[in-house]
């Protein structure tokens, strides 16, 4: 059992690296924004916060100077760090204050305050994001294999040109930052960090309603409402991952030694949104407003699959132990843990 602080525990992600945790019967603190959502999470685990295994930290704002700095210290102390917290969503007046100070000052925070007043900890894993890898200047760049080695050469300037822009430019400047304090702090603990792409799967994290569904997984939600029935979306990125494996990367990573010090890029495959009301229409047929197989949009570029890029996880399965899911167990699993919340 390893004593491990987990920030941001009712994001989605979290929320499902928190389950495997637990599991795992390792001993969790994880930081919420307010002792509401503590409440949420304390009743969903009431057994486990009841034997001791499960705690809270209130961090209110994880862009302030010294937020983690009582919520890394613990009696037992913390061996791990898992560091999810991050904001991803489009909804932003202020490139700077919405999305990159968090983003950034959220990162480099909590490794100053784990250095500084928790020596106990051996591993720090932090949730990356594959738009910290993606070169967007190059498009659907065929024959390239992305993989750990790349980086998103994106500039300060290009980040204030849209929120998307302004997003993969908060991940790829934290993931930055906390190699940079790995290399010039020489702290006394490992960083890895996960970079998912698109992660799609059940919510498992205390949703009140389907209006605050995370971003990922409206694409799912959307077309069972209706809302694709005459044109399908760009799919943009056309990478994607099943919730259950990021979650399983986190704990994997920092039980593997052989983890330490790596980026591990988590993806499962190749999608298009065109095949998501496909295999709702096959195992839903309860939901009539879908859009057909003429509907407009959504689709591979011409040439399909072999117009794209591609993508390597070989280093996540091998290291990490990681077995992928397919797309169509995710895309059902998500629609049945969206029916139990009204859909």
Excluded: C
């Amino acid at each position: 059992m390893t004593r491990v602080l987990l920030t941001g525990g009712s994001g989605f992600i979290a929320a499902h690296t928190l389950d495997v945790l637990l599991k795992r019967g390792h001993s969790v603190v994880t930081t919420v924004r307010t002792q509401a959502k503590a409440d949420k999470i304390k009743e969903a685990y009431k057994g486990l916060y009841e034997k001791g295994q499960l705690d809270f930290a209130i961090v209110p704002d994880i862009a302030q100077e010294g937020a983690f700095d009582q919520a890394v210290v613990s009696d037992p102390p913390f061996e791990a760090v898992l560091h999810t917290a991050s904001p991803f969503h489009f909804n932003v007046t202020d490139v700077q204050k919405d999305l990159l100070d968090p983003a950034v000052i959220g990162t480099t925070g909590i490794l100053k305050s784990i250095k500084k007043s928790a020596p106990a900890v051996k591993s720090v894993v932090i949730t990356s994001s594959f738009a910290a890898l993606v070169n967007a200047d190059q498009g659907l760049w065929p024959g390239h294999v992305y993989s750990e080695e790349d980086w998103n050469p994106i500039t300060r300037e290009q980040a204030d040109d849209s929120p998307a822009l302004g997003y993969r430019a908060s991940k790829t400047f934290a993931e930055k930052a906390a190699w940079k304090f790995l290399e010039e702090e020489k702290p006394g603990f490992t960083i890895s960090t996960i970079n998912p792409p698109m992660v799609f799967g059940p919510i498992i994290h205390n949703l009140e309603s389907l209006e605050n569904i995370n971003t990922s997984n409206q694409r799912i939600l959307w077309p069972a409402q209706g809302k694709w029935k005459d044109e399908i979306p760009v799919t943009g990125v056309h990478l994607w991952v099943d919730v259950r494996e990021v979650a399983e990367a986190h704990v994997a990573a920092f039980e593997k030694l052989d983890a330490a010090n790596k980026r591990f890029f988590v993806v499962a495959g190749l999608f298009s949104n065109k095949e998501i009301p496909q295999i709702i229409k096959k195992n839903f047929p309860q939901y009539k407003d879908l859009p057909s197989d003429s509907t407009p949009g959504g689709d591979y570029p011409e040439g399909g699959k072999d117009a794209l890029y591609s993508y390597s996880n070989e280093r996540s399965r091998e290291i990490l132990g990681l077995k992928y899911r397919s797309f169509e167990e995710s895309i059902v699993d998500s629609v049945k843990s969206f029916q139990a919340v009204g859909l």
